[in-house]
């Protein structure tokens, strides 16, 4: 028995104020609260952006997602014939190997690191990839067992002045990407000073060797089961099972984020239909009989209403019928 088994499940769900669909969720009592994330904006975007909600912390709590050591790409340079990027933070890693752009559905072949290991320079020639344009802001992954990142600046000028602009305008719950040690956690906290609630995303290796080694439950703090990220981290795809029981079983609030009701994209865009299938439900139903009573869906499902507002009903359904 897990200390929330009678507990009806939450869902958290991504929003930005600028979307059109913002405030219906926000003031949607089915929603528990609302993750900002600002991945892709200027520290003037997310001024502005956040200047324009009320002052009133109504509604459906927000979260501000402060990227810590997740590698991002900070700026695409030009180049002839090939991919070179500049990264967020500086990395080590042998080179050639293969880096994963678009939650792992596209790849390229680094070749190269310059700049102290912030430039990134990829084989040239389409069929070295990526397929797809990379912009600023996205995010991406190195599995090889040498990559290392350099977190003497955990967290970068960019996000540090993020931070200090949420503050401004009264956010005081935070979710941390890749948090992989205590020292992480104590280093936001040095950041954002009192916080009602900090989120700790799980997504990779060495993350759930924290989860497993040397986390201890903290006040105000849970643990995120990003399966966004640690699905593609991990050695292998079904690791992110027993990374998920040993999630809950460290924190029996921990929230369980991504790659759930998946289907509910299809279903809508290419057959009219305004529910997931019943292997969405069943996944829901496999998290839930672990222990896990939060949920939060992926960043795609939530970018247009047409998807979050029948993925939030399909959701609710579920809840009311549990046994």
Known sequence: MTANDKTAP???VTLWPEMT????????????GIRLNPAMLSVEDVARELSSLPTADVGAPLYFDVKGRQ???????PAKDKLVLRLNHPIEVETPTRVLFKA????????ALQESGRRLEFAPGADSGPEYVVKPGESLHIRHPSMRVNDEQLFSDIEQDKIRVARRYGIRRWFLSYVEKQSDVDRLRALVGDADEIMLKIESKRGMQFVREEYVPQDNVRLVAACGDLYVELDEPQHTLSALKDI???DPYAIAASRMMLTITQ????????????????HLAWLHSIGYRTFMLCDEICLESELLDPAVNAFAAWGEDLP
Do not use: C, S, T, W
């Open 248 to 250: 809950i079983a460290a």
């Open 267 to 282: 279903n809508v865009r290419r057959f009219g239909l305004d529910r997931p299938d019943l292997a969405d439900f069943a």
């Open 71 to 77: 590698l991002r790409v900070e700026k695409v340079l």
């Open 21 to 32: 669909h913002f405030y219906q969720f926000k003031f949607d009592a089915r929603v528990q």
């Open 104 to 111: 792992g559905n596209d790849r390229a072949r680094l070749m």
């Open 10 to 12: 939450g869902l958290f």
